[in-house]
DNA sequence: CTGAAAGCGCTTACAG
DNA sequence: CTGAAAGCGCTTACAG
């Protein structure tokens, strides 16, 4: 391995002037820094990170915890992170908990021993336990903590997008096109804006909220296709990317014609979608990884405290083909 | 910050003893390692990885450099690996080089400033300077490099897929159900196994394979839709999912209908393919990333000299519903 | 503009 | 079974 010393000696300096001519530091005299790179790129040095990052007690890196490996939300979201946060020589340390908690609880020890300045997560609270232990590690913790998606956390920083207004639009856009009868699957936490949306339209829903949390897959295939046969809707909201794509099995399965037969509108916008047609409730990911490296950087400059912000992000509405005002009744 | 000097003090024990409970080392006391551990959990201490990794000169982690950060099978195979190396202790540093070699080159740097084991990477190559500083940097470092998917570079380790033999097996799959007509969409570097299934069959294609190489998106769609208006093919079989994305589109807007007036047969599966029931041909993407952590985990053992491999992996094919038996001619 | 010394928080011989 | 010392490769006062 090859070290500041080595290009020292080379040099005719002392490693001390080798670090400084590589931190753009203090001035250095011009030929000596000339002198100092030339040898360094002939020895092929780069100054070791590790210890520089131990020395300054900073490592300039970046965890981010993934919970669900298969949304390309996800993706997108890493990808954008990484190339902003790259600019300004931070790194990227990635790990999926799958959803689990106490793997999410091992991750983010791991993180906290790899000294990372920042740990960028969803929350996996399944019990109260999960979330004191969470709750106590994060208070002692030197590292940030930001909170992704979800935000279980009130005094902590978060980042997410305002799902009871994505259920809103869905909803109104839904009811606007003349459909009283929407079949609404997926997570409860968004039955407020479809609820929202019906009060605005002095109206009552007359099909009860699918609710499908933490249903396996192939229940979730069987309760949206009860629901369909026993409700009669004359639209499908479904309100995670996942359920679209069961609903969108069942509504094929079922032989139903979108939207002749039925109109379908997706929660979370995705490329098959898009491919097919069907309108969505898409989400800014760019403008939320932006503002999520934008904290980042802050936080080098404010050295002490920092107060806790919330910001959310309004979803807006992808007019496709699969809604159709209905005539039906 | 809380040290392992912290721990020694409340403990009553010098930080080396600390050290060693925490690795586990060499016999200590039953009753001095719970002392350790008890005021360290009390405290919440865990040993710093970066002074650690210093120490050691190893920092057990491994960077990992995306090409097509768009493209779901480099998630998949993060995941997976990711997964698996956490089981070992790894820890995994993840970069976009949105296919520009440049880009690429810096990352490496950074990832060997920052004293990774091993570097996982597709190898961008538009020139060659841009392969002789590889090959150079490759041949100098200390670090060990894994080419993904592609393998320029004959003597370094490989990983990928057997493409050909892919696009032979797709090839041979339409043949075999009488489409002589096949219009082939996507890269040259597929051709040899599409040749090869029509040397077999004894036949020789009668259109022309249709090399999208480096073509922008509108270009392949308007490219693909002049190609399948022309040559009048009985079956389609794109050689790559973004192009089969493309070629969905074009057929759909043809209307087209799949499989009735065309078979269509995709090369990289993809969850939308499943769910519009399209053939495809797929990748043991998980025997790939299983293999690659084999591979890391076996460095740890053997110190010296690793002999470079190459290991490629055979696609399979999937039938769904989209290649009907030609009875046009 | 440059250098010698100290120290970041560990681990590794060495010694007992 | 445990401790004191040295050192990993840097950076940071301190001094000149």
């Known amino acids: 391995m090859i070290t500041s010393k080595d290009v020292a000696k080379l040099a005719g300096v002392s490693h001390t002037t080798v670090s400084r001519a590589f931190r753009g530091d203090a001035k250095i005299k011009p030929e000596t820094y000339q002198r100092i790179m030339n040898v360094s790129k002939e020895l092929g040095y780069s100054p070791n990170r ?8 900073n490592t300039k890196t970046i965890g981010l915890i993934i919970s669900h490996g298969f949304n390309p939300l996800f993706l997108k979201i890493t990808h954008r992170i990484e190339t902003e946060l790259a600019i300004h020589g931070y790194h990227l340390l990635i790990s999926f908990d799958d959803g689990d908690s106490d793997k999410q609880w091992n991750i983010i020890q791991s993180l906290a021993a790899g000294q990372v300045n920042v740990i960028i997560f969803t929350p996996l609270i399944h019990s109260t336990a999960d979330h004191n232990r969470l709750y106590s590690l994060i208070q002692h913790s030197p590292i940030r903590f930001i909170q992704l998606i979800s935000n279980p956390f009130e005094d902590i920083t978060s980042f997410y997008f305002d799902d009871n207004y994505g259920s809103y639009l869905g909803t109104r856009h839904l009811l606007s096109n003349g459909h009283n009868r929407i079949l609404m699957i997926g997570g409860i936490n968004r039955v407020e804006g479809y609820e929202k949306a019906y009060q605005e339209s002095e109206l009552t829903p ?26 009669k809707p004359t639209a499908v ?12 099995q069942v509504l094929s399965d079922l032989a139903m014609q979108i939207p002749s037969d039925i109109s379908f509108l997706s929660f979370d916008d995705e490329r098959w979608l898009q491919l097919l047609h069907i309108s969505a409730i898409g989400h800014p990911v760019q403008a939320l990884s932006n503002v999520i490296v934008r904290e980042i950087l802050s936080y080098e400059t404010s050295d002490s405290e920092v107060y806790p912000s919330s910001t959310s992000f309004k979803p807006f509405l992808i007019e496709r083909n699969s809604v159709l005002p209905n005539n039906k009744q």
């Open 50 to 57: 590790i210890a520089s990052s131990l020395r300054q007690k």
């Open 206 to 231: 007359p099909i009860k909220f699918s609710d499908l949390t933490g249903s396996t897959e192939e229940a979730s295939y069987h309760n949206i296709k009860e629901a369909l046969l026993k409700e």
């Open 237 to 248: 909201f479904s309100v995670s990317e996942p359920l679209s794509y069961i609903t969108y």
